[in-house]
């Protein structure tokens, strides 16, 4: 299951791996409580804050057990990217756009892990590397975009005319435009959120279990 941060949160991890299946989900830095293997609590941004531009951390931890929901902790891992300089500017100035007409602070950890891309997963190394889990998750990236395009440019999603046959033709006009835009845009196939391709990323800290680096 490929899914955004709107999903980073323990109650549905943890019934994505009951049911059998395993996950790519993008998290900030306080959506599910971690913690080491050995229980101790994780400061995230402690950990990340000097990684070089453009490079890759791959950490095991620990979602924090759920005693009220009856929900065991559960063993994944973090993988985490740091952005180019401009992608993470890009990143800081959209967030402090949002939450500019809201009376509630910004949080300066917030616009501090906008320089990082976030991801848990339950994917085994063996099934998949930082970077593989990376790219995964800039394809789900892809196709948010495609839906962005068709309803924020095209607006597909608007039928303004109600005679049949007119709203048909209003259609057909629409898709092809879609399709149009499709072509154009296939060099995008390559683009990250991240601004880079993750498959050059150095990988700059892996521990395993047994904590060794």
């Known amino acids: 299951m490929l899914a955004d941060r709107g999903y980073a949160h323990r109650r549905g991890l943890w019934h994505v791996r009951k049911n059998g299946a395993h996950f790519v989900v993008r998290t900030n830095w306080k959506n599910v409580p971690l913690?080491?293997?050995?229980?101790q609590n994780i400061d995230i941004l402690a950990r990340i804050r000097d990684f070089p531009e453009a490079a890759i951390g791959d950490f095991d931890v620990r979602v924090k057990s759920d005693a009220r929901a009856g929900q065991p902790a559960?063993?994944?891992?973090?993988?985490?990217?740091?952005?180019?300089?401009?992608?993470?500017?890009?990143?800081?100035?959209?967030?402090?756009?949002?939450?500019?007409?809201?009376?509630?602070?910004?949080?300066?950890?917030?616009?501090?892990?906008?320089?990082?891309?976030l991801l848990?997963?339950?994917?085994?190394?063996?099934?998949?590397s930082a970077s593989d889990v990376l790219e995964f998750y800039r394809w789900r990236w892809q196709i948010e975009m495609t839906f962005k395009r068709l309803k924020g440019l095209i607006r597909l999603?608007?039928?303004?005319?109600?005679?049949?046959r007119l709203a048909r033709s209003y259609l057909y006009a629409k898709f092809l435009a879609a399709l149009l835009l499709d072509d154009f845009t296939q060099e995008y196939l390559a683009f990250s959120p991240w601004g880079f391709n993750a498959a050059h990323a150095p990988i700059v800290l892996v521990e395993n279990p047994a904590g060794a680096a």
């Open 35 to 39: 913690c080491d293997l050995d229980g």
């Open 74 to 117: 559960l063993d994944v891992r973090l993988v985490v990217l740091r952005k180019s300089e401009a992608a993470a500017e890009r990143s800081r100035v959209d967030m402090v756009r949002h939450r500019g007409r809201q009376v509630k602070t910004l949080d300066p950890r917030s616009l501090e892990a906008a320089g990082f891309v």
């Open 120 to 128: 848990l997963t339950s994917l085994p190394r063996s099934a998949a």
């Open 157 to 164: 999603g608007d039928l303004p005319i109600r005679d049949p």
